[in-house]
């Protein structure tokens, strides 16, 4: 287990922003940086990192945390994992403290995948690099494609040699087990997978290694020319590009992504130094693909082969693509090369300046390339005309919609009103299905998966809450008897009262209110002093019970702790809901524009100042909600001895009662609120 102190130092240490700009392209906005959502698909940015308060928050999704959390749920990694990747990224030593026995399987469990895909590509390096035979055909093979040793090394690249078993026999002499080799896709039958092969290790966006593909070096007929791992818990062939973790950086600087489809083509592009470029490995393009460029840019030009016939072929994938929302470009290459032959040919500046001069609008691109093949054919015309409309209905905004009608009225000599209602029609079709699939996904989950703190409190809960019953009549202000409900309005509506309590804690706790008192010492040794020590058994809502009780701990351990003490807790729990009060408060924040103009709040202090006001008044809603369920309990409970003429206990509870209704009218007139007597 990682120790309490090496935890606390790569949470001092790791800045937020740095992490999440290794994955998405974030843009300063004020103080904080904004940015495309990872996690959920969207076409204005919500997703928005706070340096100062060191955590990010979408706030169209709802998902948040720190950057330990952004880890965890971006790269599906347990919590270890994700603070081994930042201790490894800053250079921090990790200590351990000793690990149960189930902690340890647990982790085995967790990193024994990587493991051994590690441990695979350092053998099939050291076969490259150490043996005669490697040196002579694998090695061989990647000078004559020109790559230096600097880029093999950097890529990871090696050799499978034509064993039978090799890998196998070293990885159980040093100890990992059969089944995680196979589960790996390293070997199958009691054999390795691959053999007699060169070997492109395929890395994730972290670096790691998830795969390998492996390219034969024979004329074997039978042999597939290029094998790849089999999917496993961490290979996704359909959510991983190739190259994508030596190249997302450059593709945020240059904020546009080159699409190619072999290893070779990536590689020889990177050492030339066309670095923001990546491989679908000879797959059709995927929906997660896309998404996964779309973290770093919107823009992707695909480099094409000079082959007519299999871009046509290619063409008919793409339409999956522009529903992502990202601007596609095509490029063409010369007849008979590739991204790798036509870069040696012509260097890289020509290169790269053919890429600028050739790129091509994918809609306009296919209109002129299928129209070519349809001139004097109605019939051929016809289906070109239901392919292209097709494809220009899969592109989510209505103005680019609009623009490529028009332009493909005018090509194609068509009435452009004819061509929209066309295309409305599959709108309604797409929108249809679209409906269909998120009725069924509901059902599946039947909530979503973000639950606001406050969204379980309705605003009829709260209203109801807040106009006063009348605890000796038992009706409420609309003079309905509310007896058999209004413990459950009660609980509901002091859940909110709780969670507002805890949000002025965790944003303000450590904050001056008077004299040398924090706002937290304000708050919890008022409350203790008013239910008499026994305040955490007044609490509905768990977290914000467990995050009271702690507070409590730390003010009696003389401790002072910041808003980051809960938003980078080990509870998930806590941690979420700390994340969500704190991100809560960016949403009010003053604009940094109207200071550039010299416009400043004349009526009220600005949010992140105000505490003292907030925890003043959050204090007193908090006591008067809970003093009238004191009321109600109380009021029950007479009624039941007045049943039972029991006249000692009840002169108790009426003296009880009539205190703490003047306790009620004293903390209503604080707040200025109207309670019915």
Request: proline residues 2%; charged residues 30%.
């Amino acid at each position: 287990m990682i120790s309490q102190k090496t935890i606390q130092t790569i949470f001092e240490t790791v800045k937020v922003e740095d992490i999440i700009e290794d994955f998405i392209k974030l843009t300063r906005r004020g103080v904080n940086y904004i940015g495309l959502c990872p996690f959920h698909n969207e076409k204005t940015p919500s997703f928005t990192v706070s340096p100062a308060k060191n955590i990010y928050k979408c706030f169209g999704c709802g998902e948040g945390g720190n950057a330990v959390n952004f880890i965890m749920n971006l790269e599906q990694m347990t919590y270890p994992e994700a603070l081994r990747y930042l201790a490894n990224k800053y250079n921090i030593e990790v200590e351990e403290d000793q690990m149960t026995d189930e902690q340890m399987a647990q982790i085995k469990l967790s990193d024994s995948l990587y493991v051994v895909n590690q441990f695979a590509q350092e053998h099939f390096v050291k076969q490259l690099f150490e043996t005669d035979y490697g040196k002579g055909v694998g090695l061989s093979y990647f000078k004559q494609r020109g790559f230096r040793e600097e880029t093999i090394r950097k890529f990871g690249l090696g050799f499978a040699n034509g064993g039978a078993n090799d890998m196998m026999q070293e990885a159980l002499q040093k100890g990992y087990e059969e089944e995680v080799l196979e589960k790996a896709g390293l070997i199958k039958n009691k054999r390795d997978f691959f053999r007699n092969r060169v070997q492109f290790p395929i890395h994730n966006v972290s670096g790691k290694v998830i795969g390998f593909g492996g390219r034969i070096l024979t004329t074997n007929k039978k042999a597939p020319k290029y094998l790849n791992t089999p999917e496993s818990d961490i290979y996704n062939k359909r959510k991983s590009l190739y190259g994508v973790y030596f190249a997302r950086k450059e593709i945020v600087k240059q904020d546009e992504c080159y699409m190619v489809e072999g290893y070779t083509d990536v590689i020889s592009l990177h050492q030339a130094g066309i670095q923001n470029v990546v491989s679908s490995s000879g797959t059709s393009l995927t929906a997660e693909q896309v998404q996964l460029v779309k973290r770093y840019a919107p823009n992707i030009t695909i480099l094409y082969d000079g082959d007519k016939a299999g871009v046509k072929a290619a063409l008919r994938g793409l339409d999956i693509v522009i529903e992502q929302d990202v601007n596609v470009k095509v490029v063409l290459l010369p007849e008979g090369e590739d991204p790798d032959s036509y870069l040696k040919k012509v260097g890289t500046k020509a290169f790269r300046d053919y890429i600028q001069n050739e790129a091509n609008d994918f809609i306009l691109f296919k209109i002129n390339l299928l129209l070519k093949d349809s001139e004097g054919d109605p019939i051929k015309k016809s289906e070109v005309l239901k392919d292209i409309v097709g494809s220009i209905s899969k592109i989510p905004d209505p103005l680019k919609r609009s623009i490529y009608v028009k332009e493909c009225a005018q090509r194609m000599d068509m009435n452009e009103q004819l061509l929209h209602n066309e295309i409305n029609k599959r709108l309604q079709i797409n929108l249809q299905k679209k409906q269909k699939e998120q009725k069924r996904i509901r059902s599946k989950h039947n909530a979503s998966d973000y639950v606001d703190p406050y969204a379980h409190i309705s605003h009829e809960d709260q209203n109801m809450s807040d106009s006063a019953i009348d605890y000796e009549t038992g009706k409420d202000s609309t003079g309905e008897i509310a007896e058999k409900d209004d413990n459950i309005i009660q609980k509901s509506s002091d859940s909110y009262q709780e969670i507002d309590i805890v949000r002025i804690l965790i944003n303000f706790g450590d904050k001056i209110i008077e004299e040398k008192t924090t706002v937290a010492e304000f708050i919890l040794l008022d409350l203790i002093d008013l239910f008499d020590l026994d305040l955490l058994s007044e609490f509905d809502h768990t977290i914000c019970s467990k995050i009271f009780s702690e507070y409590l701990e730390q003010l009696k351990a003389n401790k002072q702790i910041g808003n980051n003490y809960f938003v980078n807790h080990s509870d998930p729990q806590i941690a979420k809901l700390a994340v969500d009060l704190v991100a809560s408060m960016e949403e009010y924040e003053f604009s940094s524009g109207w200071e550039k103009l010299n416009v400043f709040l004349n009526t009220q202090v600005l949010p992140g100042v105000n505490h003292v006001a907030d925890a003043k008044s959050g204090i007193l809603r908090f006591k008067l909600k809970k003093i009238e369920r004191m009321i109600s309990k109380n009021h029950k409970e007479l009624k039941l001895l007045q049943s039972n003429n029991e006249d000692t206990d009840m002169l108790i509870l009426m003296t009880v009662h009539q205190r703490l209704m003047d306790k009620r009218t004293e903390l209503a007139k604080q707040l200025n609120t109207v309670v019915l007597r």
